[in-house]
């Protein structure tokens, strides 16, 4: 489910002392505990279908307009084999339920369409005996990775999850000032660069070695989001992972995508997949697009499921990628 999460507890007898000089091969003994669901302060779901921005926005979608599907799901980045494999399969199901109405079509089209973007392995990755946890964010910058930093810290924190944010992206003040901004409002410990233009895989190990000696759980690193020299971003992220996993493994690393850029996200995804090992994708500003075939594209592409969807610019407003949800949106029910 989408806001599930297991509040983790520290067993004192099987954890000992920890200070900031050591570097344990083993943090703590995790107990993992009863699940809660629907944490939305407001108390109520995140749902996030009503952002989408339907593809049928002032278009019909019966019988006689089921050969517009493809060029509707053209324009919505599904890429053309997908959109051509989508059509087919809404026209058998059709033919075989006698389904001519819209909303008989939009249903059938809702299933296909939760079929396409299903993928396992979405959620995060917060299993294992070894604390602190550890999270690389990625992405280009102006793409919301600060915000989604922010939006996920709180979220951890309302299931009793200790984070320290580690302000990596040291090359741009504003990126280390934003973070600093979001840490406060969620309640994280920050660790920034000392100096300006500090070595960004030096704030990574402090932001470890924090987390290590105040038994926090999860370590957030924000990195800088340079796309024009590859080869320069490969090495930095390897450098922040080979310090990092000096001390402990890299348990995710979330890719951050502006929805609004279609197919120019996915160039961004195709280059760090091949330079940052992603293991998820953050999907920001879904509220503002109707392509939301970048979705399938990722996934079928890359085999990167999206975990994240970002639709405003709240602490509260984001949520967990599900399949169902997400087609429920794209088509207008």
């Known amino acids: 489910m989408a806001f599930e999460w297991f509040k983790k507890k520290r067993s004192d007898e099987s954890m000992p002392p920890v200070s900031a000089a050591d570097t344990p091969v083993t943090h703590a003994t995790v107990e993992q505990t009863h699940a809660v669901a629907e944490v939305a302060k407001s108390g109520g779901s995140r749902s996030f279908a009503r952002r989408i921005r339907s593809l049928f926005t002032g278009q019909l979608f019966d019988a006689d307009h089921i050969d517009d599907l493809e060029d509707i799901l053209l324009l919505a980045d599904f890429g053309v084999d997908a959109s051509a494999d989508i059509v087919a399969s809404v026209r058998k199901q059709a033919t075989a339920a006698g389904a001519k109405t819209e909303s008989e079509l939009k249903a059938i089209l809702v299933s296909v369409l939760t079929q396409s973007l299903e993928v396992p392995n979405r959620e995060l990755n917060l299993t294992g005996d070894q604390l602190p946890y550890v999270f690389l964010v990625v992405g280009v910058n ?17 299931g009793d999850w200790d984070v320290v944010i580690g302000a990596a992206d040291t090359f741009r003040a504003a990126a280390v000032e934003q973070v ?14 000392k100096v300006e233009g500090q070595d960004p895989a030096s704030v990574a190990f402090e932001a470890v070695e924090t987390a290590v000696a105040s038994e926090a759980d999860i370590v957030i690193i924000d990195t800088a989001g340079r796309l024009q020299n590859k080869q320069g971003l490969m090495d930095e992220l390897g450098k922040i992972r080979r310090v990092v996993e000096k001390t402990v493994p890299v348990t995710e690393v979330l890719l951050v995508l502006d929805a609004t850029t279609g197919q120019n996200g996915l160039a961004q995804a195709k280059a760090f997949a091949e330079v940052a090992n992603v293991t998820g994708v953050v999907l920001t500003k879904v509220d503002g ?17 999206v975990k994240l969807i970002g639709f405003g610019e709240g602490i509260n407003d984001f949520a967990f990628f599900e399949a169902d949800e997400f087609a429920r949106g794209l088509v207008g029910i």
Do not use: F, H, M
Not at 142 to 149: D, F, L, N, S, Y
Not at 289 to 305: D, M
């Open 289 to 305: 697009t109707a392509k939301g075939g970048i979705v399938y594209s990722i996934q079928r592409e890359l085999g990167i499921p």
């Open 180 to 193: 600093a901004t979001w840490a406060a409002r969620s309640g994280a410990k920050l660790v920034g660069p």
């Open 142 to 158: 102006g793409v919301g990775k600060t915000t989604t930093i922010g939006k996920l810290t709180a979220w951890l924190a309302e």
